[in-house]
């Protein structure tokens, strides 16, 4: 095993700046797939459990709808919420039971919606509840992809280290080119958040600048 004395985000700029494997690519059709920004994770003047990465991720991903609405392209959101009793998070609802815990984000509850700041389209967006961390997870994501012919999936959301990840292993493993725009994802702390943008980088996806992924989709 190698070791360093260099931060998470020190490796991940490395990285970026002398890429080790060539990019999976853009495919022919894209779907946007947003995960879990909803004020559970995205309001830090509410809740101790959100966080911010980049202050502009909202406006970033509000821009990335929009032009996948104007390609008629698939703009999918998630949120996670529970029942009261918690029956319905498994598992991973059995760690901690406190008002911040993940079973605790109740349906109908503030921290269960989505972000206010997001624009959102409840006539052509697609909305999906999940109990997991991928998107892909007993969700009918995977119908809606192969009823779209999309082959390329872009991934914005929290946490870096959590559903995101989760979704792009999930995606690449599904056999969907994945882009993750870095400034699309964010993370309680931003060792995790650079150290997963690292590891997805080296073996799952491409992560790369939203604006090159907004170029490429003003050139479709």
Same mark, same amino acid.
């Given at each position: 095993?190698?070791t360093?004395d260099?931060?998470?985000?020190e490796?991940?700029?490395?990285?970026? #700046?002398?890429p #080790?494997?060539?990019?999976?690519?853009?495919?022919?059709? +894209? &779907?946007?797939?947003? @995960?879990?920004?909803?004020? #559970?994770?995205?309001r830090?003047?509410?809740?101790?459990t &959100?966080?911010?990465a980049?202050?502009?991720?909202?406006?970033y991903?509000n821009?990335?709808?929009a032009?996948?609405?104007?390609? !008629?392209w698939?703009v999918?959101?998630?949120n =996670?919420?529970y029942m009261?009793t +918690? #029956?319905? &998070?498994g @598992?991973?609802?059995?760690?901690?039971?406190t008002?911040d815990?993940l079973?605790?984000i109740?349906?109908?509850s503030?921290?269960?919606? $989505?972000?206010?700041? $997001?624009?959102l389209?409840?006539?052509?967006d697609v909305?999906?509840?999940?109990?997991?961390p991928?998107?892909?997870?007993?969700?009918?994501?995977?119908?809606?992809?192969?009823?779209?012919?999309?082959?390329t999936?872009i991934l914005?959301? !929290?946490?870096t280290?959590?559903?995101?990840?989760a &979704?792009? =292993?999930d995606s $690449?493993?599904r056999?969907?080119?994945?882009? @993750?725009p870095e400034e699309?994802?964010a993370?309680?702390?931003?060792?995790?958040?650079?150290?997963?943008?690292t590891d997805l980088? $080296?073996?799952?996806?491409? =992560?790369m600048? =939203?604006?090159e992924?907004l170029?490429w989709?003003n050139n479709?």
């Open positions: 095993m190698q360093t260099k931060t998470a985000k490796l991940y700029f490395e990285v970026k #700046a002398n #080790a494997r060539k990019r999976f690519g853009f495919g022919k059709k +894209a &779907a946007l797939v947003n @995960i879990d920004i909803q004020k #559970a994770y995205t830090t003047d509410l809740f101790k &959100a966080y911010e980049d202050p502009k991720q909202l406006d991903v821009e990335l709808a032009k996948f609405r104007v390609l !008629g698939p999918v959101w998630t =996670v919420a009261d +918690a #029956a319905d &998070a @598992i991973w609802g059995t760690r901690t039971d008002p815990s079973q605790n109740k349906f109908g503030e921290r269960s919606e $989505l972000d206010d700041r $997001l624009i389209d409840r006539s052509t909305f999906y509840e999940k109990k997991m991928s998107p892909f997870f007993e969700t009918p994501l995977q119908s809606l992809l192969v009823w779209h012919q999309v082959d999936v914005t959301g !929290g946490s280290s959590g559903c995101v990840r &979704a792009g =292993v $690449l493993s056999g969907y080119r994945t882009i @993750i699309c994802v993370d309680k702390h931003e060792s995790y958040h650079y150290a997963n943008l980088s $080296l073996k799952y996806c491409d =992560v600048e =939203v604006k992924v170029s989709l479709q």
